[in-house]
């Protein structure tokens, strides 16, 4: 009985923190995101802030990176949080077939658009992998990072976005960063 209510106690912890089962199962060196991606993690630069699989019944799946120094700030909701020179958005959606997942990846690359001041837009292909590009600045100035470059596409089923931001202290070319990123990521096909 008291191996029982140890391991629930486990459980509704892992629950509320977030996590999950599968992830405390992961290699260090490789992250598996939904069914869909694999990231390498093995670049010490690259600080694992979140991954979240929640809403993964939902096939919503979402990780964070941290690049250089940290900083407390504090955000809109009056919460301290640990503010890097940038930060790496990842967000995974799988859908039930490709082409809902196009539709949904058009319109994130529509509201993208709309939200920033789109600076350029261009299509890339990196490891194989066809995106839709832009850099940008963000339109709300009370914004704590001041660039960022985002990229679009659909793998299969699921739709990727993958964000890296800025502040005034990172002094490395974003799309190389990206770039670097994006080379660690491998999809998976069915």
Known sequence: MKLYYSLLFICIVL???????????????????????EINTTDSDLILLDNMDTLATDGLYYASWGIGEKEPYENSEGKT?????????FLLDEYKDEETAQ?????????AKANYEVLNEETITCNEQT????????KN???PFIQGISVFTVS??????????SGKNFEEDLKTVLLDFLNKCTYMKD
């Open 141 to 143: 100035k009370n914004n």
């Open 156 to 165: 299969n089923n699921s739709v990727i976005c993958i964000e890296l931001t």
């Open 15 to 37: 629950l509320l923190t977030g996590c999950s089962f599968s992830s405390l199962t992961e290699d260090s060196s490789h992250l598996t995101i939904g069914n869909s991606m």
């Open 81 to 89: 949080i640990d503010l890097y020179d940038a930060q790496i958005y």
């Open 103 to 111: 539709q949904n990846m058009n319109s994130w690359f529509t509201d």
């Open 131 to 138: 995106y839709s590009l832009i850099t940008y600045t963000f």
